[in-house]
């Protein structure tokens, strides 16, 4: 074992301030563009939809104001059980919850968002419609 005091100095380290950083100063990201950070919401909002409902929606669109934030689920895949709802005109049911469980995964909504835009969400609202086809807006107040 070999005590700290045993150490060899670097003559060129002296005073250096720490280690040098790995990486190569060219290669510097670029902020991701509008179109990027569009897709990353649309795409993060319809992973968790698909994980949390067991199905998702055949396209997700986000739309990103300085203010807001809006996702758009477009034709949605339903579930076994909310077809069976919808045939028994039980469409009003779906929706009420729908909804809730919106309110319920929210926090995980807004980190996406929050993530992609770097900004925080201070406000979140949620609506599905069974017309065909069916689609779901998500909305974010950014802060």
């Known amino acids: 074992m070999i ?7 670097d003559p060129g380290s002296a005073g250096a301030g720490g280690p040098e950083d790995p990486g190569d100063p ?3 990201r670029e902020p991701p563009t509008s179109k990027e950070v569009h897709d990353e ?3 993060e909002i319809l992973r968790i939809h698909e994980e949390s409902y067991g199905n998702g929606a055949s396209k997700a669109h986000a739309i990103v104001s300085e203010e807001w934030v809006m996702v758009i ?15 028994n005109g039980n469409a009003d049911t779906v929706i009420q919850v729908r909804s809730q469980y919106q309110q319920a995964i929210r926090a ?5 968002v929050e993530r992609a835009t770097g900004r925080s ?12 086809p069916p689609f779901a807006a998500e909305i974010f107040k950014l802060e």
């Open 121 to 132: 969400v201070i406000g979140f609202a949620s609506t599905t419609s069974m017309d065909e």
């Open 73 to 87: 689920l477009d034709d949605l895949e339903l579930l076994p059980n909310e077809k069976l709802l919808l045939e």
């Open 108 to 112: 995980t909504f807004s980190a996406a």
């Open 3 to 9: 005590g700290i005091t045993d150490r060899r100095e």
């Open 26 to 28: 060219g290669n510097t």
């Open 41 to 43: 919401i649309a795409l």
